[in-house]
């Protein structure tokens, strides 16, 4: 059987490894041993317990593929490197996905990226009477709808650098994202970037101080693509982003696929874009054993849904937006769909 090895267990490797098990070799290689479901993580920071709706382990719902717990530091064109470990490879995905940059580096910042570090936070959000949040996308405005929603007594700041709350949205959800937080006594600072910090003081650009006794910081998404720069470097882009083609192989390489947030196609970095790039990788894949044409990733506008606390929500697709409890229901039926999928 031909080997393939899939770096990186979110949305897109969980799901190629699954498919691909029966017909191939297959090893996934992820930094956390357990599938998480991304979008529900917000949620542990006010409510630990959710914490195991949302992790399955990877060995629970992989029955033939091998799993292999640690980072991968480097590959080259035929092997993976992890620790002292080389893992041969016919075929590599890779799904790394992406992470927060850091450009404070204080001991009250938190990375609103993995569950494991909100439920950490939970402890000091229960203790902090004042919390910052910086950036008003979709992650800083469903975490700051969790707070006021479980913590209404918190004195709550979001610092956004736009002139609106979640930019790629219609006005009719920007503007029910906002009466939603405004209602709930949240102070947001528009036009503003945050600058610097001196311990629990936060100062944005224009000299603003604002004192926080915890940060959580959703803005400035990089790539995880470290891991290039000794063979591949050639292949990032000023983004850092990996160049592919249309067929989601790598530039120059037809036996390496790049799935996910990593890649440099222009679309907002979903689960569901993960996803629906890694069905269209794993039909290349056969396409390539039996010699047959490759089909293309087609980007195109999706769904997307937005929570806002426990009962309210925001569906919106093109230039349809639709508010309310419905969304809300929603967002947790996905959540239930998808974990029931791996377990």
Same mark, same amino acid.
């Given at each position: ?17 699954? @498919?691909?098990? $029966?017909?191939? /070799? ?6 956390? /041993? %357990?599938?998480?479901?991304?979008? *529900? ?28 717990? *640690? ?14 470990? =080389?893992?041969? %490879? ?15 580096? !204080? ?13 950490? +936070? @939970?402890?000091?959000?229960?203790? #902090? ?10 992650? *800083? ?7 006021? /929603?479980?913590?209404? &007594?918190? !004195? ?20 029910? +994202?906002?009466? %939603?937080?405004? $209602? ?7 036009? !503003?970037?945050? &600058? ?29 693509? !470290? ?18 083609? @249309? ?16 890649? /440099?196609? +222009?679309?907002?970095?979903? #689960?569901?874009? #993960?996803? =629906?790039?890694?069905?269209? +990788?794993?039909?290349?894949?056969? #396409?390539?054993?039996? =010699? ?25 697709? $093109? ?17 239930? $769909?998808?974990?029931?999928? %791996?377990?």
């Amino acid at each position: 059987m031909k080997r393939v090895v899939i770096i990186g267990g979110g949305f897109a490797g969980a799901y190629i490894a699954r @498919h691909l098990e $029966k017909d191939f /070799d297959v090893t996934l290689i992820d930094t956390k /041993d %357990y599938f998480e479901f991304t979008p *529900g993580i917000l949620r542990t920071i006010v409510h630990t317990k959710h914490m195991r709706k949302i992790q399955v382990l990877h060995r629970h719902y992989l029955h033939q593929a091998k799993f292999v717990h *640690g980072e991968v530091k480097e590959f080259n064109k035929n092997k993976v490197f992890v620790g002292k470990k =080389k893992i041969p %490879y016919d075929y590599l995905f890779v799904c790394s996905g992406s992470r927060y940059n850091i450009p404070i580096k !204080e001991k009250n910042i938190v990375l609103p990226n993995r569950a494991d570090t909100l439920k950490k +936070a @939970h402890s000091e959000i229960l203790d #902090a009477r004042n919390v910052l949040i910086v950036g008003g996308g979709f992650v *800083g405005v469903e975490l700051a709808a969790e707070i006021v /929603d479980f913590f209404p &007594d918190k !004195e709550l700041i979001l610092v956004q650098a736009r002139n609106v709350l979640l930019e790629k949205c219609s006005q009719k959800a920007q503007k029910y +994202a906002e009466n %939603y937080l405004k $209602k709930r006594n949240v102070e947001i600072i528009y036009n !503003e970037r945050m &600058d610097k910090q001196d311990g629990n003081l936060f100062f944005t650009h224009t000299g603003r101080k604002i004192h926080a006794e915890l940060c959580f910081l959703c803005t400035g998404i990089v790539p995880n693509t !470290e891991f290039f720069h000794k063979h591949f470097s050639s292949v990032l882009n000023e983004k850092k982003q990996v160049m592919v083609e @249309h067929t989601l192989q790598m530039k120059g390489y037809k036996n390496i696929f790049v799935v996910g947030d990593l890649n /440099d196609l +222009a679309e907002e970095k979903t #689960a569901q874009s #993960a996803e =629906k790039q890694a069905y269209v +990788a794993i039909q290349n894949i056969f #396409a390539l054993e039996n =010699k047959e044409k490759l089909i293309s990733y087609h980007t195109f506008p999706k769904v997307m849904v937005i929570s806002l606390g426990r009962f309210y929500g925001i569906i919106t697709y $093109k230039n349809f937006t639709f508010t309310g409890i419905l969304p809300a229901l929603l967002k947790w039926f996905i959540e239930w $769909k998808t974990m029931i999928y %791996y377990r």
